[in-house]
């Protein structure tokens, strides 16, 4: 099973802000390389891979994972060095205090976040939440110095220190949706087994943490006849409601929902129990908070299932993922494009 994480862990090295996508695509393009008949990278950077089928005019099947990550930008920077930052993405700034930060400018340069310590902290200060705004970078140097290096609109990441947890578990920022990126690889590889009729696009999406802008630029360009969306989902933690969080190790979750496909849906039930595959299901009333929300509407509509990898701690630099999950992604994927389809 470790042979997923091997992977996930590359993956969740390379930075990749939403709307900075370019230097992790061009990793991805190598790596799809490998496994796909042709890769392209197009002007949103999003990369698309196609595998080849049997078929003739047969269907085409797009399966889409967002390659994008949350971050923040650089808003100010003050005379004595201290950056003011705004987030890209949903954050909780509860988790920020006392982080580790990156910010990639001319060169990588490695901060933390501090604020009002909390002996100065008013009466009143002390009962509210902390907000991005009241949060500084400190690089320890000087305004003049890092001037030299940073520049107003540099992209900044959580420093993630990633690490393998017991009974195959994985720890580490960008888990989502690295993972989902990861079970794009798997599907590939296993479909080098299988025999399917279908075309396959593989693509990995861009700036899914703002807008789904890669999703609605891909979904409108290849015009698949099935879009198969690939994200992550809340994983279980201790206080959480049993019915919007999911067991690490169990398998995949497929989405059941109003704007998602009811039959393909079904199909991908069907395929899971035949060929014994765990897996979990998750009740999606509204627009998922996925690619699959820009997906569906695409064009003149395109039938759309949605697979989610269970992911504990999402939007921290400690999200936790579990490596059945995303081999028993890859596995029910391929088969519902070799036997379903």
């Avoid at 891979?49 to 100010?76: C, Q, T, W």
């Avoid at 993630?160 to 990126?181: A, E, I, T, W």
């Avoid at 509509?301 to 400690?318: D, E, F, K, N």
Wanted: aromatic content about 6%; hydrophobic content about 40%.
């Amino acid at each position: 099973m470790l042979g997923c994480l091997d992977t996930l862990k590359e993956l969740t090295q390379y930075t990749a802000v939403s709307g900075r996508e370019y230097e992790f695509a061009a990793v991805l393009k190598d790596k799809f390389s490998e496994i796909c008949d042709s890769v392209e990278i197009d002007k949103f950077y999003n990369v698309i891979a196609l595998k080849k089928g049997m078929g003739i005019n047969g269907p085409r099947i797009m399966v889409l994972a967002h390659l994008d990550e949350i971050g923040f930008l650089v808003k100010s920077i003050d005379k004595n060095g201290f950056i003011k930052f705004t987030n890209v993405g949903g954050i909780d700034a509860r988790i920020l205090l006392s982080h580790e930060v990156i910010i990639h400018g001319k060169k990588d340069i490695t901060g933390v976040i501090g604020a009002k310590p909390p002996h100065m902290l008013e009466a009143d200060e002390k009962k509210k939440a902390v907000k991005i705004d009241e949060l500084y970078i400190d690089t320890g140097m000087d305004a003049k110095e890092l001037k030299k290096y940073v520049s107003i609109g540099d992209a900044i990441t959580l420093k993630s220190h990633p690490f393998f947890l017991k009974d195959n578990k994985y720890s580490s920022k960008s888990v989502d949706n690295r993972c989902g990126v990861t079970v794009l690889i798997e599907t590939a590889n296993e479909l080098k087994k299988l025999k399917h009729k279908p075309d396959v696009y593989f693509v990995a999406t861009v700036q899914e943490e703002l807008n789904l802008a890669g999703a609605r630029i891909t979904s409108f360009n290849i015009e698949p006849d099935i879009a198969i969306v690939v994200d992550a989902c809340h994983g279980d933690v201790p206080g959480a409601p049993k019915e919007v969080v999911f067991p690490l190790g169990k398998g995949p979750a497929i989405g059941i929902g109003p704007i998602l496909n009811r039959e393909l849906t079904e199909r991908m039930l069907d395929t899971a129990k035949e060929n014994n595959i765990p897996h979990q299901v998750d009740v999606e009333p509204g627009s998922t908070g996925t690619d699959a929300w820009a997906t569906q509407v695409s064009k003149y509509g395109i039938p759309t299932v949605l697979v989610s990898i269970p992911v504990r701690y999402m939007h921290t630099s400690i999200e936790t993922v579990h490596a059945n999950d995303i081999k028993y992604a890859g596995k029910l994927i391929s088969r519902f494009i070799a036997e379903r389809v």
